[in-house]
C-alpha cells in the first residue's frame, strides 16, 4: 500500500519556466511534508518542508503547496535552472510518534536551456 | 562541518553471505535513520535510532538488523542476503530530538549489489 504516491516518472520544462512536482497521499494522518532532491550518486538533500496546519510555504524560488482535502502537495520552482534538473522526492511524516519519512517513488525533473 | 559519512561506498556480495554498511552522523546529531532505494521503489524506511534506541522500524525482514553506539556512529546488517537486496541504502541524521521539521541530512549512501 503506497502511501505518498507521485505519478509523474518526469517531467521536463523550459528553463525561466515554471516547473509544478506533484505528489498525492492517502494517509490523512500525516503532519508534515518535505520534499528532497537527489543528483546521481548524492544522496538526498532537503528543501523544504511544510506543516499539516499550513497551506503554503516559500523559500527562494522553491513553494510548496498543500491542500488537505484533496490530499494532495505540490513543489513549484520558479524560474527554474538547468541546475534544478535532479529526481525530485515529496515524504510525510506521521508526527511526534514516528520518526520515519514515508516517501514517493520520485520525479526527475529535466530543465532544457 | 563534515556531513553524513557512509562507508563503503560500493560493495558487491554473493547470495547468502552478510553485510554490515557503516554510518558516522554529523558531529552532535544523536537520531540515526537508514533507508533502502531500489528503482521505482521510491525511499523504503528500514529503522531509525536514538541515543543507542531504535524507536522505530519499517517493515522489512528481522534479516536487517542495525545497532547505534554510544558516539552515534550507526552500523546496520543484512544476513542471508538475497539479489533483492541489491540496492543504494542511506542513511540520514538529524540533530532535534524529533528531527521532522528542518528535515534529515543524508548520507551519499552505499550501493550494494548481490550477485
Known amino acids: 500500500d503506497q502511501q505518498v504516491k507521485q505519478n509523474s516518472p518526469s517531467l521536463s520544462v523550459q528553463e525561466g519556466r515554471i516547473s509544478i512536482l506533484n505528489c498525492d497521499y492517502t494517509?490523512?494522518?500525516?503532519?508534515?511534508f518535505l520534499w528532497y532532491k537527489k543528483y546521481p550518486a548524492e544522496g538526498p538533500t532537503f528543501l523544504i518542508s511544510?506543516?499539516?496546519?499550513?497551506d503554503k510555504n516559500e523559500d527562494g524560488r522553491f513553494t510548496v503547496f498543500l491542500n488537505k482535502s484533496a490530499k494532495h502537495l505540490s513543489l513549484h520552482i520558479v524560474p527554474s535552472q538547468p541546475g534544478d534538473s535532479a529526481v525530485y522526492f515529496c515524504?510525510?511524516?506521521?508526527?511526534?510518534?514516528?520518526?520515519?519519512?514515508?516517501f514517493g517513488s520520485g520525479t526527475r525533473l529535466l530543465v532544457r536551456p | 562541518k563534515a556531513g553524513v559519512t557512509q562507508t563503503p561506498r560500493y560493495l558487491i556480495k554473493t547470495r547468502g553471505q552478510q553485510v554490515t554498511l557503516s554510518c558516522s552522523p554529523i558531529?552532535?546529531?544523536?537520531?540515526v535513520s537508514w533507508y533502502q532505494q531500489t528503482p521505482g521503489q521510491g525511499l523504503q524506511f528500514l529503522f531509525e535510532?536514538?541515543?543507542?534506541?531504535?524507536?522505530n522500524k519499517g517493515n522489512f525482514p528481522g534479516r536487517f538488523s542495525g545497532r547505534q553506539f554510544s558516539n552515534s556512529r550507526s552500523e546496520m546488517n543484512v544476513s542471508t542476503l538475497e539479489l533483492g537486496d541489491s540496492a543504494l541504502y542511506l542513511c540520514?541524521?538529524?540533530?532535534?530530538?524529533?528531527?521532522?521539521?528542518?528535515?534529515?541530512?543524508f548520507g551519499s549512501g552505499t550501493r550494494l549489489t548481490v550477485v
Open positions: 540520514a541524521s538529524s540533530s532535534l530530538n524529533r528531527g521532522i521539521v528542518d528535515g534529515y541530512t
Open positions: 494517509n490523512s494522518m500525516f503532519d508534515y
Open positions: 511544510i506543516s499539516s496546519i499550513k
Open positions: 515524504a510525510a511524516s506521521l508526527g511526534d510518534s514516528s520518526y520515519k519519512l514515508i
Open positions: 558531529s552532535g546529531h544523536r537520531s
Open positions: 535510532y536514538f541515543s543507542e534506541t531504535q524507536r
